[in-house]
């Protein structure tokens, strides 16, 4: 079976700039994937060329949806046609609908697996209304899984920062993504509070079967949940491989000089 | 095709851009900083121009210099505007720098209504003359026809307070100081910059160069009542945002472009559909170039 | 955060306080020293010294900036109060206690509906006729809420689709002999296609862009409508529109005006029906992600393109079917009631009110068309007056008068924090 996500010789550049430069890059169904490297080396960049926030300049970005296992070129799509193909992403740094409610936030992520439109929302029909419905109670048993039932109707702005970090992955998961692409989901978290996600990112996979594709730059977390790592650094992917190769590749350790990279 | 006409409607059209590109100068810099749409910057202009009549007013019979009676009406008002600009970010906008955008925008519109009506309260809402201060300049002569007295003032004073402005902003500290707040706040604090003062500043210096527009209009229109502020606000506010808002050369380019347009538009097509030209030029420009003409595009960070 | 703000109004005014009045008293002496004390006239060639005035500004700033300062520093003392403690003990206001008692909110639909009925047989002609226009803004600020309240998008030409309304109406009837029912649905349809028309190329645009864009339409529209003789009549306007009537029977100006009364009032609760319906409906929540965030909005699936312009068609509507009523109401119409004033004016009701809240939105909209109605006792400083009030209103209360609440839902064995600090 074709990788469920596929890249080929990705290039992006900003006028002069090439911020990713030619990168291969596939993960197979029920993987968990790091893509790492120092600040400014690309990652995010490459982020937003799959989930189509930016243009990439060229190359294939090609998707094969586990559930129909056609594949497609999704390179310059509009981001919200590609979530609806099955790709949902986090930010590194946090874009939550702020003066909307935990639930609510949820609840936008179901958008794309919705159908009521104007008349629907005024009429409340019988078939909106059961929409409206099982949308609530799907999303209620989103936050649950992520221990945020809680907070259901508080503001997404008052939630402590490690929750809202959960939220942002609730609100991907949402969308029935295949595939979840997280930016950093460890950034500020203390070493308790990662341990918690790590858990959670397994879970994840393993109960929801959702491939996984994480930017991290906590070592630790992404040495214990990776199953393979790519590294890249000034938009080039210097290294790949399992952890164990990755930890002694002498180029990953001089593109990290001085940033420690041990488990 | 008469070239003396088209002469004419090019210097008027300078002329007026350059009122436009005095008052539009302090909406893009107080944009650049604070992202306020200051719809009360035209009655600074006004209140410029309502100083100044009112100084040579009361000055004309002392029987002084009436070249001396002009230059101290403009510096008055250029003074007293400066004073309203910052009195009116401390009471109306400073408390508002962490409320959403809009409130800051609707407040900035109570203050527009407020000017306008203690202006028209406290004088008068019939058109007052401007007095007749300036001589005419004999070397003009020979081009009376295409180009009178204020209208070269106008030109003039207009380049030099753009030379000074380049000035203050590319090399004093506190010009420095200016460029980077409008480039990141939070950065500019950190680095030890007091945001409070700049702002105040940009203010200052936005009403300063307003009041100096408000006092060349009248004297070269003739007449002014409270209202002027009014459009000539949405005009320059229309030339900066052509220009790119936040762009300081942006406003001045926006401003003579706009004055071009209006001027040409009329004195060619139609008087009465004046405004049309400015603004159906205005959508054209942005649904070709969003950001205006030397604006940044705006880039989604993510 | 300051012992000031802790003790409230009950502190004492210190030496401090007393100097920087002073000399705030003293810089606002100076300010309005020219407009204020110098008086010319340079038709007559007078000039008048009200040194009095000045005495005037002086004692009132003093006063004044007393009360200023107290009031920012209770204001900041409420934020950090807000900010400090984890449990925001929040006082029990009438809308909380609407939220545990349904009967109250009933009852006091009910009330308000009562008087809604009465009000056209209790009063006068003027007094309903006032309350039109009051109630036609209360349409436009509610439609408009959806592009600005909701949508976070910024218009500042809404009024055009108000004028395409009353236009409508105007001319099919002039040319067709069209009536009023029929004209009502045509209106509102008319601005939709108008609003889409505008907004299909300008929606690429962002924040202040979009704004003066709209502007600049509104006034493209004012100054065709005064000038394309042809079309519009002009300056001069259209006259004798009728009157809305009932079949077919001839009405009196007062009966007509009571019909009219009637219809708005009714036009008002459909638009709060519908408004509302669509707030908590999954194009109403992608409205406000929109707002929020809209980048996380696309990332989350939504097509922001297809969102804002069902924003812009639906709120144009409500703009459309108001004018047509304004125009039967007034019968008669010119492009002088369609500038950017009374945008702006709209645009002021829905901030003032609380931008994406009903409640705050009408208030706001009956605020704003009463008050200097009411205002008109002191004719010269209403609109002074007013302007003062946009600027305290936005200061002392940025989130409008009655700020947007979330839905809240309820779930088994969740208490939730639904009614915090309470029990």
């Not at chain 3, 020293?33 to 004692?59: A, Q, S, Y």
């Not at chain 3, 007034?330 to 003032?352: D, G, K, Q, R, Y």
Request: aromatic share 10%; net charge positive; hydrophobic share 50%.
């Amino acid at each position: 079976m074709a990788p469920i996500l596929d890249v080929k010789k990705l290039r992006m550049d900003f006028g002069g700039l090439r911020a990713v430069n030619d990168v291969d890059l596939y993960i197979n169904e029920g993987e968990i994937v790091a893509l790492i490297g120092p600040n400014g080396a690309g990652k995010t960049t490459f982020f937003n060329c799959i989930t189509g926030v930016t243009k990439p300049t060229a190359g294939d970005v090609m998707i094969t949806p586990p559930s129909s296992g056609k594949t497609e070129r999704i390179n310059g799509l509009k981001p919200n046609t590609i979530t609806e193909r099955g790709l949902a992403r986090t930010f590194q740094n946090i874009r939550l609908f702020q003066n909307m409610t935990v639930l609510e936030n949820v609840m936008i992520g179901r958008h794309p697996r919705m159908k009521a439109g104007v008349l629907g929302a005024i009429l409340r029909d019988p078939r909106t209304k059961a929409e409206e419905k099982q949308v609530i109670e799907d999303s209620y048993e989103i936050l649950k899984k992520l221990n945020l039932e809680m907070f259901v109707n508080e503001l997404a702005k008052n939630l402590p920062y490690g929750a809202q970090r959960r939220l942002e992955i609730a609100r991907a998961m949402a969308t029935e993504p295949f595939l979840l692409l997280l930016d950093e989901p460890a950034a500020g978290m203390n070493p308790q509070e990662t341990r918690e996600l790590d858990d959670t990112i397994v879970r994840i996979r393993d109960t929801e079967g959702i491939t996984i594709l994480l930017i991290e730059h906590d070592m630790s977390l992404v040495m214990s949940l990776s199953e393979r790592i790519y590294v890249v650094d000034y938009g080039k992917l210097i290294a790949t491989g399992v952890p164990e190769d990755i930890k002694s590749n002498p180029e990953v350790i001089k593109a990290y000089l001085g940033e420690e990279i041990n488990a | 095709m008469n070239s003396t006409y088209f002469i004419e409607l090019f210097l008027g059209g300078l002329t007026r851009g350059s009122i436009y590109a005095l008052i539009a100068l302090g909406y893009t810099m107080v944009y650049g900083i604070i992202q306020l749409i200051n719809f009360a910057h035209g009655e600074i202009y006004m209140i410029g121009a309502f100083t100044a009549l009112i100084v040579s007013g009361a000055l004309a019979f002392t029987g002084l210099d009436p070249v001396l009676i002009f230059l101290i009406a403009a510096v008055v008002a250029v003074v007293w505007s400066a004073s309203y600009g910052i009195t009116m970010e401390k009471i109306a906008y400073k408390p508002l720098r962490k409320a959403p955008r809009l409130s800051a925008l609707i407040s900035a519109i109570g203050m527009s209504m407020f000017l306008q009506n203690y202006v028209l309260l406290a004088q008068t809402s019939d058109f007052q003359p401007f007095p007749e201060l300036i001589p005419d300049l004999a070397f003009l002569d020979p081009v009376s026809n295409i180009m009178n007295t204020t209208q070269f003032i106008i030109l003039v004073t207009t380049a030099v307070v753009m030379i000074l402005f380049t000035l203050l902003i590319r090399y004093t500290r506190i010009g420095k100081a200016m460029r980077a707040t409008a480039q990141d706040k939070i950065m500019a604090q950190l680095v030890g910059i007091n945001v409070n003062r700049v702002i105040m500043f940009t203010f200052l210096i936005g009403s300063s160069t307003a009041a100096i527009g408000g006092v060349l209009i009248s004297s070269h229109v003739g007449q002014i009542n409270f209202y002027i502020g009014f459009i000539a606000g949405i005009k320059a506010f229309v030339a900066a945002v052509l220009g790119g808002i936040g762009s300081i050369p942006g406003a001045v380019l926006g401003s003579f472009v706009l004055g071009l347009t209006e001027s040409f538009g009329t004195g060619y097509i139609s008087s009465d559909y004046e405004d049309v030209f400015a603004f159906a030029f205005l959508i054209i420009i942005l649904i070709f170039r969003p950001s205006g003409l030397l604006g940044k595009p705006t880039k989604k960070k993510v | 955060m300051s012992d000031t703000a802790k003790n409230g109004l009950s502190r004492y005014i210190t030496a401090k306080d007393v100097k920087r009045s002073a000399i705030m008293a003293v810089w606002f002496m100076f300010l309005t020293f020219p407009i204020m004390v110098i008086k010319v006239n340079t038709v007559t060639d007078t000039v008048e010294w009200r040194w009095f005035n000045m005495l005037i500004i002086g004692v009132a700033s003093f006063i004044l900036s007393h009360v200023w300062k107290l009031m920012i520093d209770r204001r900041e003392g409420r934020m950090a109060d807000a900010v400090s403690s984890s449990v925001i003990v929040e006082k029990k206001t009438l809308r909380d206690r609407m939220e545990e008692k349904p009967m109250i909110k009933k009852v006091g639909s009910l009330v308000i509906l009562v008087i809604a009925v009465l009000f056209p047989i209790v009063t006068g002609m003027y007094q309903t006729s006032i309350m039109i226009t009051a109630l036609l803004y209360v349409v436009l600020a509610l439609g408009l809420n959806i592009i600005v309240g909701l949508g976070g998008l910024l218009v500042l030409g809404y009024i055009v689709f108000y004028g395409v309304g009353a236009y409508t109406y105007a001319l099919l009837n002039y040319h067709f002999g069209l009536n009023f029912w029929l004209a009502l649905p045509l209106g509102g349809i008319f601005a939709m296609i108008i609003g889409i028309l505008i907004a299909i190329p300008v929606l690429r645009l962002r924040g202040d862009y979009l704004a003066i864009v709209t502007l600049a339409f509104g006034e493209i529209f004012r100054i065709v409508m005064e000038n394309w003789n042809g079309l519009s009549f002009g300056p001069s306007g259209i006259a004798n529109i009728p009157r809305p009537t009932l079949f077919g029977l001839d009405f009196s100006i007062q009966q007509s005006t009571t019909l009219t009364y009637y219809v708005i009032v009714i036009f008002v609760i459909i638009t709060i029906f519908i408004v509302r319906r669509l707030e908590d409906s999954r194009l109403g929540r992608a409205w406000v992600a929109m707002r929020e965030d809209e980048i996380a909005g696309e990332a989350m699936g939504i097509d922001m393109w297809k969102t804002k312009l069902a924003a812009f068609a639906l709120s144009t509507f409500w703009a459309g079917v108001a004018g047509v009523i304004f125009a039967g109401k007034t019968t008669f119409i010119n492009p002088a009631s369609f500038t950017m004033w009374e945008s702006i004016l709209v645009l002021c009701m829905v901030v003032l009110g609380g931008m994406g809240s009903i409640p705050g939105v009408i208030s706001g909209a009956l605020i704003i068309t009463l008050l200097p109605e009411y205002l008109r006792a002191f004719s010269e400083l209403r609109m002074l007056i007013f302007g003062a009030v946009l600027v305290l209103v936005m200061v002392f209360k940025p989130e409008g008068m009655i700020p947007a609440i979330r839905q809240k839902y309820e779930f088994k064995g969740i208490t939730g924090n639904k009614n915090k600090g309470d029990k």
